[in-house]
T-cell receptor, first 110, second 115 residues
Framework: EDQVTQSPEALRLQEGESSSLNCSYT??????LFWYRQDPGKGPEFLFT???AGEEKEKERLKATLTKKESFLHITAPKPEDSATYLC???????????FGTGTLLAVQP | GAVVSQHPSRVICKSGTSVKIECRSL??????MFWYRQFPKQSLMLMAT?????????EQGVEKDKFLINHASLTLSTLTVTSAHPEDSSFYIC???????????FGPGTRLTVL
C-alpha cells in the first residue's frame, strides 16, 4: 500500500536556525514527489517536484532532495514568513493522483 | 505559477440544501482536475478525479450521488454537495495539473459550513 509519512509533525525554530523536514514514502512506481506550502485557510502552494534519486532543487531558502526512500526539505536561515504547513505528496506512475502526507507545521519565531 | 480559482471561498448553508463549488483554471486548459477534502489539522484526501467530457472517477468510500462532479469545459469543473449535512462541513480544494502532470496547482479552497 502506498504511504507517505512526514516528520516531525510540528517544528519550532528561531529565526536563522536552519533545519530539515523529512518525508518518507513507499510507493510502487514513483512518478514524482511534490512539496507544497500551505498557509492557514488557503490552498497548497506548489514548491518543487522531484523525479529521481539524487535530484535536488532550490528556491530561495528552501532546498529539496530525494532518495529512493525519502525526501528532505532543508530550510536555511528561516524567517518568520516561512511559517506554514509543509506538505509532501507522491505520484504513482500508473495514475496522476497525489497521495499526501500529514504535513509538518513549521513555526519560525523572530 | 499557474492560477486556479475557486468560488465561493466560503459558504454557510442549512442542512438538506445543495451547494455548488466552482473550480477554474485561469491561464491554462485542464482536461483533468482533482477534488480534495481537508478536515481541520488533517492532510488532503482525494475525493474524485474530474475528467472533461466524461464521467468523474471517485475514490473508495466517496459517495458519487452525494458529491456530483461536472467538468463542462477545459477550464471549469464543478462539485455539488447534495443534501448537505453537518458532517459534510470541511475545506474543499481543487487542483489542476499542467504540463503533463509535472506540476499540479491548487485553488484557494472553499470553506463549507453546514448548520
Amino acid at each position: 500500500e502506498d504511504q507517505v509519512t512526514q516528520s516531525p509533525e510540528a517544528l519550532r525554530l528561531q529565526e536563522g536556525e536552519s533545519s530539515s523536514l523529512n518525508c518518507s514514502y513507499t510507493v510502487s512506481g514513483l512518478r514524482g514527489l511534490f512539496w507544497y506550502r500551505q498557509d492557514p485557510g488557503k490552498g497548497p502552494e506548489f514548491l518543487f517536484t522531484l523525479y529521481s534519486a539524487g535530484e535536488e532543487k532550490e528556491k530561495e531558502r528552501l532546498k529539496a532532495t530525494l532518495t529512493k526512500k525519502e525526501s528532505f526539505l532543508h530550510i536555511t536561515a528561516p524567517k518568520p514568513e516561512d511559517s506554514a504547513t509543509y506538505l509532501c505528496a507522491v505520484q504513482r506512475g500508473a495514475t496522476n493522483k497525489l497521495i499526501f502526507g500529514t504535513g509538518t507545521l513549521l513555526a519560525v519565531q523572530p | 505559477g499557474a492560477v486556479v480559482s475557486q468560488h465561493p471561498s466560503r459558504v454557510i448553508c442549512k442542512s438538506g440544501t445543495s451547494v455548488k463549488i466552482e473550480c477554474r483554471s485561469l491561464d491554462f486548459q485542464a482536461t483533468t482536475m482533482f477534488w480534495y477534502r481537508q478536515f481541520p489539522k488533517q492532510s488532503l484526501m482525494l475525493m474524485a478525479t474530474s475528467n472533461e467530457g466524461s464521467k468523474a472517477t471517485y475514490e473508495q468510500g466517496v459517495e458519487k450521488d452525494k458529491f456530483l462532479i461536472n467538468h463542462a469545459s477545459l477550464t471549469l469543473s464543478t462539485l455539488t454537495v447534495t443534501s448537505a449535512h453537518p458532517e459534510d462541513s470541511s475545506f474543499y480544494i481543487c487542483s489542476a495539473p499542467r504540463d503533463s502532470y509535472n506540476e499540479q496547482f491548487f485553488g484557494p479552497g472553499t470553506r463549507l459550513t453546514v448548520l
